[in-house]
């Protein structure tokens, strides 16, 4: 039986065989005395999109810092095809909840900042011209290719946030971590940069990490979510949602899994505090 | 833009009418004081007028005057962003070298620099002495707003650029250093109207017989008072020029920035 599932989900993932992109073993992270992840254990898998789901403060943002090397864990390892991450040779990209284009740069020079990282760090001898293609090609993927002249403090929220997926996806990443990128938005603008960031993941099949508490959001854009418990974060679960995309978020499927969610959330968690 | 034409000429308008409210208060004063050594508007302009057309007694002109004080400032000013700049970044990148100098650097900067002319008197000769009383005024605003701009870079920019992996010099190239520059030019912003301030101080030292700060003195001691207040006047006339100099550059520089705060 688990074995017609696996053939199942098989299909439905394009026939795509899993292939392991980061593995997170036995990781744990306590700050002085408190607990704040305890042994978390998962894989990401080429080229899905995953969710990580859990309740305010339960420490999905530390996960993602200790995934980016920003932190260090307590104990535990994360591992990129079998070995430790190190930022300057492995290709991460993060696109943070807070507002992260650079003010003072335009947005194709904001575009161009994480090309530009690379191209020194891994002593690429890429043009100028090069660079400035890619920019711009990263910009018409996100819709924003007329705005490469504007300053951040002249565009709205969701188009800054849309620069910044450009230019963490224009370094060709090998996954991408999101970390509640559209949290901050208005509900009209969250569901538009939700169907564009779906339509763009369709079109470039990248590995997505995107953390965030919105169940319906989770449900909307993940193959695979997993659910964490209040501090101290464990996983409680991991759901497989064999929906094809894009989805329909009142179609019964999408409702049963959403409550089902929603349900587990809640009897783990009866209290918000 | 209605609006905004009608808000300038507001501006304008309301400005000379502080004037003139300033030129009608100082009339009274002198009038109802009386003394030869107060003289009213009309003796300074007089005096102005002289002072633009012949010259001192020595017969320098009021521009070389000014040149000479605007060379003195330059200099002064230029060495303490030279120095403090640099020095300002290294100790904010390194906090502890704050704390660790703080029983030194905190006394020394509440010292005014006219306390200073004594000692100036006996280690220095010449245009240093200049130099270095501009720069006793202009160097603590710079080194104390770059060191405290540091703490307030975002460190979410910092993390752009880290998980890219960039090396803490690129960080601190293309990070941190653009995104205090704007505090760093408010601080020279400040610093430049503080090493102005401490010219009349160092010109009262410095030996030569030229500068606007000289001017006022050489003419207080003769008690030709009105002479001394063109030269107050040209040193706050100055003063406001350059200061607002450096605010249209600002708005260039940081023109991602919404706004210039004044």
Not at chain 1, 179 to 186: I, K, R, V
Not at chain 2, 26 to 42: G, H, M, Q
Not at chain 2, 60 to 77: E, K, M, N, P, Q
Not at chain 2, 151 to 175: E, L
């Amino acid at each position: 039986m688990k074995f017609l599932f696996k053939l199942k989900s098989d299909f439905l993932n394009g026939g795509a065989k899993l292939l392991s992109e980061v593995q997170i073993e036995n990781l744990t992270k306590s700050f002085n005395d408190l607990l704040v992840l305890e042994n978390i254990n998962f894989t990401i898998f080429k080229d899905e999109f995953l969710c990580i789901c859990g309740p305010t403060g339960c420490g999905k943002t530390t996960l993602l810092n200790i995934i980016a090397g920003f932190i260090p864990a307590t104990s535990g390892s994360v591992l990129m095809n079998q070995e430790p991450i190190d930022l300057r040779k492995h290709h991460l990209s993060f696109v943070f909840q807070e507002q992260s284009c650079l003010p003072w740069k335009n947005v194709l020079e904001n575009v161009k900042f994480g090309l530009e990282i690379k191209n020194k760090v891994l002593k690429q001898k890429i043009s100028e011209e090069e660079i400035d293609r890619k920019a711009k090609d990263s910009l018409e993927l996100v819709g924003l290719r007329k705005f490469g002249n504007f300053y951040p403090n002249q565009i709205s929220t969701g188009m800054k946030q849309m620069v910044v997926i450009a230019r963490e996806l224009s370094v060709n990443p090998s996954i991408l971590l999101m970390d509640e990128p559209f949290g901050s938005l208005d509900t009209q603008t969250k569901e538009f940069l939700q169907k564009k960031l779906l339509e763009i993941w369709s079109k470039l099949r990248k590995t997505v990490l995107f953390v965030t508490h919105n169940i319906e959001e989770a449900v909307y854009l993940a193959d695979r979510v997993i659910i964490l418990s209040k501090r101290p974060a464990k996983i409680i679960k991991t759901f497989r949602i064999n929906l094809k995309k894009p989805r329909n978020k009142l179609s019964p499927e999408f409702m049963k899994h959403r409550e089902e969610i929603t349900n587990l959330l809640k009897s783990e968690n009866p209290k918000i505090f | 833009m209605d609006f905004l034409i009608s808000h300038n000429k507001k501006k304008i308008l309301l400005n000379i009418i502080a004037i003139l409210v300033f030129v009608i208060l100082w009339e009274l004063v002198a009038i109802s004081v009386k003394s030869p050594f107060l003289p009213d508007v009309v003796e300074t302009a007089t005096a102005f007028i002289d002072l633009a057309k012949n010259g001192d007694l020595e017969g320098i002109t009021l521009f070389d005057h000014i040149i000479t004080s605007l060379g003195r400032i330059g200099a002064g000013f230029g060495l303490a962003c030279l120095i403090g700049i640099p020095l300002g970044l290294v100790m904010g990148l390194f906090p502890i070298t704050i704390e660790g100098s703080r029983s030194v650097i905190d006394p020394i900067r509440f010292i005014p620099p006219i306390a200073w002319i004594p000692i100036v008197i006996v280690l220095l000769r010449g245009f240093s002495r200049y130099v270095f009383m501009i720069w006793l005024g202009a160097f603590f605003p710079i080194l104390i707003t770059t060191i405290a701009s540091i703490p307030r870079v975002n460190s979410v920019h910092i993390n752009v650029a880290r998980v890219h992996g960039a090396s803490r010099g690129y960080i601190i190239r293309h990070i941190v250093i653009p995104s205090v520059l704007p505090e760093v030019f408010a601080g020279m912003r400040v610093a430049l109207g503080v090493g102005w301030m401490v010219i009349v101080a160092a010109e009262m030292i410095g030996g030569a017989l030229i500068g606007l700060g000289y001017l006022i003195l050489k003419y207080s001691e003769l008690l030709m008072i009105e002479y001394s207040i063109v030269g107050m006047i040209l040193i706050g006339i100055i003063g406001l020029l350059m200061n607002e100099i450096l605010v249209q550059i600002e708005k260039r520089l940081f023109k991602w920035r919404s706004e210039v705060v004044v």
